[in-house]
């Protein structure tokens, strides 16, 4: 069988990017999708760009990546934006929204957020109602089936029976009404919902770098052994900790917190 990682919200993490990289390499897996986020929060956002570039098929555009790659950002108003430069800038800002391919009979499209926006939610884990996304809010699931004008797609489109997407930076997997809906989480920066304690020692759990993983036949539409696998990979947070604090990032201190606890 074939397989395909799928990545997510690496945020300009390089520790966790070159983990997460190494286990997929231990593997056997060469075709790698990302859903997006590859800037903002931690301190390497230009060689997190270079290495996505240089190992993913497929990079989409995500929420962070279009509020600071559009076009005409003077300097100084996003660290990231100055890291990455505008030729890396323009690079992300052109990046699709959407991709799906046929796997194992399956029809999965993949995207950041949703079928609507960047930014609209869906959630099964969590309200967001005490949240800036508190009107963004999907609460029906099948609404991630939709063909809409957002992604391109008409009535006349093929609906997926797939949806896997990113921007909670918490995975999770569950089917409904015969369809499968998956999280990847979060490579740079994970969250777990409900954490609310610095000092509950079982949040290491939760800081691992997470992506998931495809297996079946690619690009076939004949229904065979179709498998959706999420992973959580440790890495060195000590590390990319240390490259924060010797940044001149604003607000580092609240990525730092949310590295260690894996609280929002």
Same mark, same amino acid.
């Given at each position: *069988?074939?397989?395909?990682?799928? +990545?997510?919200?690496?945020?300009?993490?390089?520790?966790?990017?070159?983990?997460?990289?190494?286990? +997929?390499?231990?593997?056997? +897996?060469?075709?790698?999708?990302?859903?997006?986020?590859s800037v903002i929060k931690c301190a390497n956002p230009d060689k997190v760009i270079?290495?996505?570039?240089?190992?993913?098929?497929?990079?989409?555009?995500?929420?962070?990546?279009?509020?600071?790659?559009?076009?005409?950002?003077?300097?100084?108003?996003?660290?990231?934006?100055?890291?990455?430069? =505008? !030729?890396?800038?323009?690079?992300?800002?052109?990046?699709?929204?959407?991709? =799906? $391919?046929? *796997?194992?009979?399956?029809?999965?499209?993949?995207?950041?957020?949703?079928?609507?926006?960047?930014?609209?939610?869906?959630?099964?884990?969590?309200?967001?109602?005490?949240?800036?996304?508190?009107?963004?809010?999907?609460?029906?699931? !099948?609404?991630? $089936?939709?063909? /809409?004008e957002f992604l391109g797609k008409t009535a006349n489109d093929p609906i997926p029976?797939?949806i896997g997407y990113g921007h909670l930076h918490t995975p999770n997997l569950f089917? $409904?009404?015969?369809? /499968?809906?998956?999280?990847?989480?979060?490579?740079?920066?994970?969250? !777990?919902?409900?954490?609310?304690? !610095?000092?509950?020692? @079982?949040?290491?759990?939760? @800081?691992?770098?997470?992506?998931?993983?495809? =297996?079946?036949?690619?690009?076939?539409?004949?229904?065979? @052994?179709?498998?959706? /696998?999420?992973?959580?990979?440790?890495?060195?947070?000590? @590390?990319?900790?240390?490259?924060?604090?010797?940044?001149?990032?604003?607000?580092?201190?609240?990525?730092?917190?949310?590295?260690?606890?894996? +609280?929002?």
């Amino acid at each position: *069988m074939d397989k395909i990682a799928i +990545i997510s919200d690496v945020h300009g993490n390089l520790t966790a990017l070159n983990a997460v990289l190494k286990d +997929i390499d231990s593997k056997g +897996i060469s075709k790698i999708y990302c859903l997006g986020d590859s800037v903002i929060k931690c301190a390497n956002p230009d060689k997190v760009i270079d290495i996505l570039r240089s190992r993913c098929e497929v990079i989409l555009k995500g929420n962070c990546d279009e509020a600071i790659c559009k076009p005409n950002v003077e300097y100084g108003r996003f660290w990231s934006r100055d890291i990455i430069g =505008e !030729e890396r800038a323009n690079f992300i800002y052109n990046c699709p929204i959407s991709f =799906e $391919f046929y *796997m194992s009979g399956h029809l999965i499209r993949l995207f950041h957020a949703s079928p609507f926006s960047l930014e609209h939610v869906f959630n099964p884990m969590y309200g967001n109602s005490d949240t800036r996304y508190n009107n963004l809010v999907i609460n029906n699931p !099948e609404d991630l $089936f939709k063909n /809409t004008e957002f992604l391109g797609k008409t009535a006349n489109d093929p609906i997926p029976n797939v949806i896997g997407y990113g921007h909670l930076h918490t995975p999770n997997l569950f089917r $409904f009404k015969n369809k /499968t809906i998956f999280n990847v989480g979060s490579v740079g920066v994970p969250i !777990e919902m409900m954490n609310d304690s !610095e000092d509950d020692e @079982t949040n290491k759990f939760s @800081t691992m770098a997470s992506y998931a993983y495809l =297996e079946g036949n690619f690009d076939s539409k004949k229904l065979e @052994t179709f498998n959706i /696998t999420l992973v959580r990979v440790p890495y060195q947070i000590d @590390t990319e900790i240390k490259a924060l604090e010797a940044s001149n990032m604003p607000n580092k201190e609240m990525i730092i917190k949310s590295l260690r606890t894996a +609280i929002h």
